[in-house]
């Protein structure tokens, strides 16, 4: 079957009734220990950040609570400082709410809902505010230049998520990993990726991944549950494993816990990975934050030969503006855009049955841009003028993407953003957001794009890090 959908049963990652029988109450464990272990926190957080500069107001506009490690399901909004105050409004594991002030053990809080009200600080954890600067109703889209591969980082007021991370040309790791080094410099107070997703397990998706658990806090991630055998893909598994708190979610298993078993391989021991698992990924709407919610369009969790034929393929609408991310879906073997798609490919199923689920303001293209993806025919049903193609000097069997036929029909529908432009412009960056592993050009034509109530627009952003302007070779 191409397209294989989990039933429709409990969300435990979009909040309603479902979650309201096994809440933890945040006082049920609370100890005079924990309570003077968060007091004095808050006073060490506190001063620290007074000695660099910040004043408790400023502190206030900048600082989230998140639920700590120990909450197992969410974290309680009460009318007032009490546990038996009235619940206002509850906060999942992979949420933020902004500290407005603070009583004895309690955390007063704005939800991105707009609801204010208080959590105990004994089940809450401080953290930066991850999207601090971005105004209420604003979202962005980063295509991050990772060479040849794919990297987005969206954002709005209240969460972050990453789909993919992966590159053919960069093989770098730690704080020189692309996709670090990007968020690191353009965003210093990120601490946390609510939301990672990894579209299908090919290297130029995955390679950078396991870099981000080490560097950021993860809290959901969605992978179709294709198992995949590669070195990268186990040290994937072995992140999520190890993540405190993480939820895994895959087409294949709802809820509990299962076991990923490798043996002696891969620079690595036998070992035996326990993973967490959430709720099994469907196709209804996952709330993101405030007006914010993302849909997987396309989910198939079986064995294919090809796994970009595991795409997931993600809605996302942001404050009344949409995107459409295509991961490596296909349309059929490398054809013009005029040919319709193959019958059974992806974009075949979609345009038979989603054609609501399409519509988009922004498509992330499928595949880099090659021409096994993009037929007319789905980029009709799409219907975007924002088109963002991500790629690299690194050769598909021989092929350099993305192809030029491609690139001409998405010019006739509206802008293409490309991260493969003028590669040799940041050359001598001094991370590796510019050069290249294997001391070929990789570019630094970062992508973003912003979605606000007034549309949707883009630009190019080179300018990172200590890049000299204008340096090439
Ligand atoms: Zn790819
Ligand atoms: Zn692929």
């Not at 895959?250 to 043996?263: K, V």
């Not at 794009?449 to 340096?471: D, I, K």
């Amino acid at each position: 079957m191409e397209r294989s959908f989990a039933g429709s049963g409990a969300c435990a990652v979009c909040g309603g009734a479902s979650e309201v029988g096994d809440v933890k109450s945040p006082l049920t464990r609370a100890s005079d220990t924990s309570l003077a272990r968060s007091a004095l926190t808050w006073v060490a957080f506190t001063a620290t950040l007074l000695v660099i500069g910040f004043t408790p107001a400023v502190l206030a506009q900048n600082v989230c609570v998140t639920p700590s490690a120990e909450v197992e399901t969410v974290l309680i909004v009460r009318r007032s400082a009490s546990v038996e105050s009235p619940a206002l409004g509850r906060l999942l594991p992979s949420a933020q709410a902004k500290i407005l002030g603070e009583v004895p053990h309690w955390y007063l809080v704005a939800t991105a809902d707009g609801k204010t009200g208080y959590t105990s600080k004994n089940w809450a954890r401080l953290t930066t505010c991850a999207t601090a600067g971005l105004a209420g109703g604003a979202y962005e889209m980063h295509a991050i230049d990772v060479g040849t591969g794919l990297s987005l980082f969206v954002r709005g007021d209240d969460f972050t998520l990453l789909y993919d991370a992966g590159s053919n040309d960069d093989t770098a790791g730690g704080a020189k990993n692309r996709v670090v080094a990007y968020l690191a410099e353009t965003f210093p107070g990120l601490r946390r990726i609510d939301h990672l997703i990894l579209s299908h397990p090919h290297r130029d998706h995955l390679e950078l991944m396991a870099d981000v658990f080490t560097n950021y806090e993860v809290g959901e991630v969605w992978d179709s549950g294709a198992t995949y055998d590669s070195c990268i893909y186990r040290d994937f598994i072995r992140a999520v494993s190890q993540e405190p708190g993480v939820r895994y979610h895959t087409a294949l298993r709802h809820m509990g816990i299962s076991t990923a078993q490798y043996e002696a391989k891969c620079r690595a021991e036998a070992e035996s990975l326990a993973l967490r698992h959430g709720a099994r990924i469907d196709t209804n709407p996952v709330p993101l934050g405030d007006g914010a919610s993302m849909q997987f369009v396309y989910v198939d969790g079986s064995k294919r030969s090809d796994v970009n034929d595991n795409s997931l393929v993600l809605r996302m609408d942001l404050g009344g503006r949409s995107a459409l991310l295509a991961g490596d879906a296909g349309g059929g073997p490398r054809k013009v855009p005029s040919v319709p798609p193959s019958l059974k490919s992806i974009e075949a199923t979609l345009v038979a049955c989603c054609q609501k689920e399409l519509k988009a303001d922004v498509l992330v293209v499928g595949h880099h841009g090659s021409m096994t993806s993009s037929r007319a025919a789905f980029l009709d049903a799409v219907g975007a003028y924002h088109f963002i193609v991500s790629s690299g000097p690194y050769k598909y069997s021989g092929t350099s993407l993305p192809d030029k036929e491609v690139i001409a029909e998405l010019d006739r529908r509206g802008d293409v953003w490309r991260t493969d432009l003028d590669d040799d412009a940041c050359a001598k960056a001094s991370s590796k957001v510019g050069l290249d592993n294997d001391e070929k050009p990789g570019g630094c034509h970062n992508v973003v794009m912003r979605f606000t109530g007034a549309g949707v627009s883009a630009s190019y952003v080179p300018a990172l890090l200590n890049v000299s302007s204008g340096a090439s070779d």
